[in-house]
């Protein structure tokens, strides 16, 4: 039995699976200890067992293997790897390993990587030749991400007409406080589960709510990575260090990958919390070294020519009373190619989705839609930009509830 398939029972089921190999005193243990006890049993009785995780390499050399399912923190159940290994098979931090694994000798304290079976599902000697991530060449997006699903999901009806998404897009979702940032983004990662199950998805959760996240899990179909708001900054950033190198070693392999990011605001201020101070402090007290890897992060969205792609949507908080906020959005601004920017007003009178229709918007969104949809699109734009905000989503949504489709929709507005 592996560590994975362990990981995936009841603390009760791994109780009887510890009776079972007679281990004494586990009842007071955590889950994670009691799998290192039954996997340390294991191992003892059958010899070697099989293992995987994502690489984390450590600044001596060495590197772990880290779970999901303890956010690629580290934890007592990591798996060691040599030096030697990671210099044989071109490893880097991110690169999903799998592969035979030891148990700790004498004097050792971690389960040790004993030979390296398969990265990222692929063979070992073929990893060795790809292209680094920062060698690729970055394209605009042209392969639409389509949204619209479900007749009554008007919110992916009219992000697919007014802010299309495309592989390698790079998104921001502009948000005051309560106006649904967090439902947006599971009804977005539930659309792209439904119509494009080739894409990987990673739903990176930052400074959130501990109930938030659980909510998270059970309501969408992907990989949910989460570091809540009673953790230390310094697990912040390290959590989302591991994301975005394990979603670059996937696009390195070609794969289209979307991360939702809720949200980069906070993913920011924890940077700037643990970043060194330079002395040059913005206004807010923001330092002026602490957005660069934030940015980096955003930045690493983008559409690669020779096929793979990462795409980021991340939501960036406005109006929260803090000028810190303020400056960070500030910094951002400008630095996507799709804005989606939300509504207040709208959300106090209950009329969801809370868009902006004027504001938001694609860059060049015509490699994304056919001509005639384009030109519909357009005239659609120009009438609502003569009502204020209110009066425009009222309008749009009054219209769409009459139709099935987006195509439906567009044909109606001939007559």
Known sequence: MDISTLKSKKIV??????????????????????????????????????????????????????????????????IYVSPSQIKRFSLRTGDQVSGQVRPPKEGERFFALLRVEAVNGKDPEEIRSRTLFDNLTPLHPTKRIKLESVPGEYSMRIMDLLAPTGKGQRGLIVSPPKTGKTVLLQKIANSITRNHPEVKMIMLLIDERPEEVTDMQRSVKAEVVSSTFDEPPERHVQVANMVIEKAKRMVEAGDDVVILLDSITRLARAHNTTQPHSGRILSGGVDSN????????????????????????????????????????????GTGNLEIVLDRPLADRRIFPAFDVNKSGTRKEELLMTEEELNKVWILRKFLSNYDTIEAMEFLLDKMRGTKNNKEFLLSMNS
Do not use: C, W
């Open 13 to 78: 089921d791994l109780l009887q699976i510890a009776k079972e190999y007679k281990l004494t005193g586990v009842n007071d243990l955590r889950k994670q200890e009691l799998i290192y006890k039954i996997l340390e049993a294991q191992t003892q009785k059958d010899g070697l067992t099989f293992s995987q995780g994502v690489l984390e390499v450590l600044s001596d050399g060495y590197g772990f293997l880290r779970s999901a399912d303890y956010n690629y923190l580290p934890s007592p159940d990591d």
């Open 290 to 333: 602490a957005l660069h890897k934030p940015k980096r992060f955003f930045g690493a969205a983008r559409n690669i020519e020779d096929g793979g792609s990462l795409t980021i949507l991340a939501t960036a908080l406005i109006d929260t009373g803090s000028r810190m906020d303020e400056v960070i959005f500030e910094e951002f601004k």
